[in-house]
């Protein structure tokens, strides 16, 4: 069945300093790929998607690609903030098996002053 | 935005009792809603799928009896668990689709079972 895997956290940056958080796939035909973010004591909210190969998703400095040749869609941000300190979540979506979200582990970031 | 709301945030409850969870949908209509399940340091996993009016289908493993979910209205569902164990314990999260590649989660229920 589909699957998703990220690196396991927790990530510990200085402020400012350029972030990647990887996330690799599994998954039959083509789904769509997704990165969610989790502030302490708040829901899951969407940060970025790319629904086809090649395209890249982009938010609040965030940017992730969805490369079909390697089965991934890692995370970067080149200048990391205190406040982007979250878990951040790798999910797919696939038509083939629902529409339900299927999540990686999630990677915890704290970014220091 | 779409904003789901999720009750209680916390709930302890004791062995063999059943606990209600409530997921609203404050602005929208939520035809098909989501649960998950997390553990310490594990991804979210869907438990089932619910649509308004009609049963909800369960992902394989998760015993319906157990876990029983109402999706009886647009901007309600439930979700019971029933004479709870403390394997129960865990955090729940239930999420709506609203439209084409999006969803919204409500901010989960620690469930702890004593």
């Known amino acids: 069945g589909d699957s998703v895997t990220q690196m396991e956290g927790p990530v510990t940056l200085s402020e400012e300093a350029f972030l990647t958080i990887n996330c690799t796939y599994t998954a039959t035909g083509y789904p769509s790929l997704f990165w969610y973010v989790q502030y302490p004591g708040e829901g899951l909210q969407l940060l970025l998607k790319?629904?086809?190969?090649?395209d890249k998703g982009s938010n609040k400095g965030f940017e992730a690609t969805y490369r079909k040749e390697t089965t991934s869609f890692h995370l970067e941000k080149g200048s990391v903030q205190v406040s982007d300190s979250a878990v951040y979540f790798c999910?797919?979506?696939?038509?083939?098996?629902?529409?339900?979200?299927?999540f990686g582990k999630g990677t915890s970031l704290l970014v220091t002053p | 935005g779409a904003v789901v709301s999720q009750h209680p945030s916390r709930v302890i409850c004791k062995s063999g009792t059943s606990v209600k969870i409530e997921c609203r949908s404050l602005?929208?209509?939520?035809?098909?809603m989501f649960w998950y399940r997390q553990f310490p340091k594990q991804s979210l996993m869907l438990m089932a799928t619910?649509?308004?009016?009609?049963?909800?289908?369960?992902e394989q493993g998760v015993e319906k009896d157990k876990f029983l979910i109402n999706h009886a209205s647009l901007t309600l569902s439930t979700l019971t668990v029933t004479s709870a164990h403390p394997e129960d314990s865990s955090f729940y999260i239930c999420?709506?689709?609203?439209?084409?590649?999006?969803?919204?989660f409500g901010s989960g229920t620690r469930l702890t079972v004593v």
């Open positions: 999420s709506a689709s609203i439209g084409d590649y999006g969803y919204t």
């Open positions: 790319a629904t086809k190969a090649d």
């Open positions: 619910s649509n308004e009016g009609s049963k909800a289908t369960y």
């Open positions: 602005d929208f209509q939520a035809t098909t």
């Open positions: 999910a797919l979506r696939n038509s083939n098996s629902g529409y339900a979200l299927n």
